[in-house]
C-alpha cells in the first residue's frame, strides 16, 4: 500500500511536470506567469507528498515489525544490517511520523538511526513542500498584481 501511494504521488508529481513543460509551446493560456507558477507549485506539492508518504511506510512498516512474531524485539530495525557492537545493549526504540524517524536506544541512552535515508526524506518533503507554498504565494501575488495594474488602467 505505501508503495501504490508514493507511486500516485509520483504520478501525479510527473502530470504536474508535464504540465509545467507545456507552458514552452505555442497555445499557452494566459497568463501564463500565472498559470506555470501553479503548475509548478503543484508538482512541488506532489513531488513532497511523494517522499513523505515513502517515508511515511517505512517508518510504519519498522513500527508494524517490531512485537510481531517470535523474532521481533528489539526491533528488526534496529538489528538487521548492523554489527553486533552497535547492537549491544538496545533496550527500545522511538519512532515519529513528523519528522520521520526510527531511531534505536540502547540502554545507555545513546541512540542511532535505524537508516540514514530518513534524514534526505526529511529534508527533500519539507523542502519542495516550501516550495509548494512560495510558489503558490507567488501565483496569488502574480494574480492580484496584474488585477491592480488592470484597474489603474481602466
Not at 24 to 44: I, K, Q
Not at 89 to 102: D, E, I
Amino acid at each position: 500500500m505505501g508503495f501504490g501511494v508514493s507511486m500516485a504521488c509520483a504520478v501525479g508529481a510527473l502530470v504536474a511536470g508535464a504540465g509545467v513543460l507545456a507552458m514552452a509551446f505555442p497555445g499557452r493560456p494566459e497568463p501564463w506567469p500565472v498559470h506555470l507558477l501553479r503548475r509548478a507549485a503543484a508538482t512541488a506539492a506532489w513531488g513532497a507528498a511523494s517522499v513523505y508518504s515513502l517515508g511515511f511506510f517505512a517508518v510504519l512498516m519498522s513500527e508494524q515489525e517490531f512485537g510481531d512474531g517470535a523474532d521481533s524485539i528489539p526491533a528488526p530495525a534496529c538489528r538487521d544490517g548492523f554489527d553486533p557492537a552497535t547492537v549491544e545493549g538496545l533496550s527500545h526504540h522511538r519512532s515519529s511520523y513528523l519528522p520521520l524517524r526510527f531511531d534505536c536506544v540502547r540502554e545507555d541512552r545513546t541512540v542511532y538511526s535505524s537508516d540514514s535515508a530518513y534524514a534526505w526524506m526529511n529534508g527533500a518533503s519539507a523542502s519542495l513542500a516550501l516550495s509548494a507554498a512560495l510558489l503558490a504565494i507567488g501565483a496569488g501575488f502574480a494574480t492580484e498584481l496584474r488585477a491592480r495594474k488592470a484597474a489603474v488602467t481602466s
